[in-house]
């Protein structure tokens, strides 16, 4: 997609990160009319684009710190575009990087309608998708923790459980399975650990849940509908 038009003939690519960032501004021409490194901050930002801003499109990539600048450009009336980390990490890789080369980057690819975009989250919805995301890593670290219990009984050549002890009905009598009093206390470290998480994602799908209901409970109803999806992924 070509971001250019007449009403938008400047171009700012901006380096974002927690504390600073490195904002650079390109002509229609390509012309270099900013390139400065400055606090991350709106007021800062605001300041820096004045005499452009009238006409500008501002890009920056898909890391962690573009909430507030997504905000600040939707608060200002600012076009927003926010590039695909991965995909731009493959059309702009180069053997010299830093922040100021990469903001121009930014800016070029804008320019040339070559940006790769990613989806600009709506802000009421963004910390339900960062708490599914938490759940998301709290399932891999509990599901880490059941394959280190099934490797260590295959590590011992023991017979099969027989029995899936992600349940928790079906973890009694684990640990006992290993004669080595040091085996059977890691996998009771396991177990345990296991437990907590299981109380942790109880109460997380929770919050999920009853938050999602507030952004769109007509579609979580209908997805909810389609044989496969269950509750937390509808």
């Not at 962690?64 to 450009?73: G, I, K, M, R």
């Not at 295959?154 to 004669?179: H, T, W």
């Not at 059977?184 to 999920?208: C, F, M, N, T």
């Amino acid at each position: 997609m070509r971001f250019y038009t007449k009403q938008h003939p400047f171009y700012c690519g901006i380096d974002l990160h927690a504390r600073t960032m490195y904002v650079c501004i390109l002509s229609q021409d390509g012309e270099v009319m900013l390139h400065r490194n400055m606090k991350a901050s709106p007021d800062a930002l605001l300041k820096a684009i004045a005499p452009y801003r009238d006409a500008m499109v501002i890009a920056v990539e898909c890391l962690f710190t573009w909430y507030w600048l997504a905000d600040l450009c939707a608060q200002e009336g600012l076009p927003f575009v926010l590039g695909h980390a991965l995909y731009m990490k493959a059309i702009h890789g180069g053997k010299t990087k830093n922040d100021k080369i990469d903001s121009q980057k930014i800016a070029v690819l804008l320019r040339g309608g070559l940006l790769p975009q990613a989806y600009v989250y709506p802000a009421a919805m963004r910390a339900t998708r960062d708490l599914l995301r938490r759940r998301t890593h709290l399932m891999r670290k509990r599901a880490e923790l059941l394959a280190h219990i099934h490797n260590t009984n295959s590590q011992y050549n023991l017979p099969e459980m027989g029995k899936k002890i992600a349940y928790k009905a079906n973890r009694d009598g684990v640990a006992e399975r290993f004669p080595d009093p040091a085996v059977q206390k890691s996998i009771e470290v396991d177990l345990a650990l296991i437990g907590h998480y299981d109380q942790l994602l109880r109460d997380v799908e929770l919050s999920i849940l009853k938050t999602a209901k507030q952004h769109h409970a007509q579609t979580l109803y209908l997805l909810r509908t389609v044989p496969g999806i269950g509750e937390i992924l509808s």
